[in-house]
Structure formats: structure tokens, C-alpha cells
């Protein structure tokens, strides 16, 4: 079990950016694939970005592919999302996620262990 908390949400006006980072409890952090998700009202939860446990492989949602990158820092235990060129569409709760898994899954079903999200908000 993994205790996560995020933090770096805000509101932002369209075009601008935020940075992401998601603290991770435990020595067994850089083991972990690391996982960004977000939920926006009334929607179901959504996989953004992924990163290996190495940070030499990453995934990414169509939709945020050339604006968001995923990163790590195994020395501090966090993970981080840098998010540019944000859109209003981008607006909801930003949670962070592991799975013992090389790849992540792109289904939320598939972890158990969230942290309590992070707020970001988008104007036009």
C-alpha cells in the first residue's frame, strides 16, 4: 500500500500552466509505475499520463499529448505533472495512482490506492 497526496492544482486562465506533484509514501516508491488521472463533474474518471518506475517511458492521453509531461523524482518520492497550454476542457480533480505494473492501465478499476486530488480550474 502506497500513501499519495497531491498537491500544485489551481485556477488558470486558458494558455497558461501549472505544475502537478504527487508525494509518495514508502521506501518502495521508485518501483511503482506512476499514474496521473482526473475527473471532471459529472464524468467518469480519466488516465492522463503515465510514467515507468525508470521515468524512461511515459504515456499520455490523446488528448494532452505535446501540452502535459509526466516526470519523476525517485529521491524525493514524488511525481510530477507539468501541464502547458491548458484548455478549459483540461478543467477537473487531478489524482495521482500506483500499480506494481510496467505499463499502467488506462482503466481506474485497476487501482486502489488514491490520494484526495487536486483542484484545477481552467477560465476562458
Known amino acids: 500500500q502506497v500513501q499519495l497526496v497531491e498537491s500544485g492544482g489551481g485556477l488558470v486562465q486558458a494558455g497558461g500552466s501549472l505544475r502537478l506533484s504527487c508525494a509518495a509514501s514508502?521506501?518502495?516508491?521508485?518501483?511503482?509505475?506512476m499514474v496521473w488521472f482526473r475527473q471532471a463533474p459529472g464524468k467518469e474518471r480519466e488516465f492522463v499520463a503515465g510514467?515507468?518506475?525508470?521515468?524512461?517511458?511515459?504515456y499520455y492521453a490523446e488528448s494532452v499529448k505535446g501540452r502535459f509531461t509526466i516526470s519523476r523524482d525517485n529521491a524525493k518520492n514524488t511525481v510530477y505533472l507539468q501541464m502547458n497550454n491548458l484548455k478549459p476542457e483540461d478543467t477537473a480533480v487531478y489524482y495521482c495512482?500506483?500499480?506494481?505494473?510496467?505499463?499502467?492501465?488506462?482503466?481506474?478499476?485497476?487501482?486502489?490506492?488514491w490520494g484526495q486530488g487536486t483542484q484545477v480550474t481552467v477560465s476562458s
Open positions: 514508502g521506501r518502495t516508491f521508485s518501483s511503482y509505475t
Open positions: 495512482a500506483a500499480t506494481v505494473y510496467s505499463r499502467p492501465s488506462y482503466s481506474p478499476r485497476d487501482y486502489k490506492d
Open positions: 510514467v515507468a518506475w525508470s521515468g524512461d517511458s511515459t
